[in-house]
């Protein structure tokens, strides 16, 4: 059973930066793809971006192109969202999520197929 959990959330003020970390335990031995996500007061959960076990392969929503980067440095290291430029509008509480896929092309940002899941972190952007 592979659980993933997340840290690094806080508040931050508008063009501020935060820096999330997605640690994995258990079985650590399978390749997996993690997924971050968000969700918002009153709004359905959203997928941010998604990194391939190897690191390779990165997919982004479009809100977050070009201000956040998500990156993992070897398989089982744990999985940053580097985000940058904050906007009240990124204020949510945002979970990652660990598909059990050996996939080396960029993974969907659905919810489907990512079938472990954290507890959040809240992220607060705010002047």
């Known amino acids: 059973q592979l659980q993933v959990a997340e840290s690094g959330g806080g508040s931050v003020q508008p063009g501020g930066s935060l820096t999330l970390s997605c640690a994995a335990s258990g079985s650590i031995f399978t390749p997996y793809v993690i997924g971050w996500f968000r969700q918002a007061p009153g709004k359905e959960r959203e997928g941010v971006a998604s990194?391939?076990?190897?690191?390779?392969?990165?997919n982004y929503a479009e809100f977050a192109k070009g201000r956040f980067t998500i990156s993992r440095d070897n398989t089982n290291d744990p999985v940053y969202l580097q985000m940058n430029n904050l906007t009240p509008a990124d204020s949510a509480v945002y979970y990652c999520?660990?598909?059990?896929?050996?996939?080396?092309?960029?993974?969907?940002?659905?919810?489907?197929?990512?079938?472990?899941w954290g507890q959040g972190t809240r992220v607060t952007v705010s002047s």
């Open positions: 999520a660990a598909a059990p896929v050996l996939e080396e092309t960029p993974y969907h940002l659905k919810e489907w197929g990512y079938n472990y």
């Open positions: 990194i391939t076990s190897s690191g390779r392969s990165t």
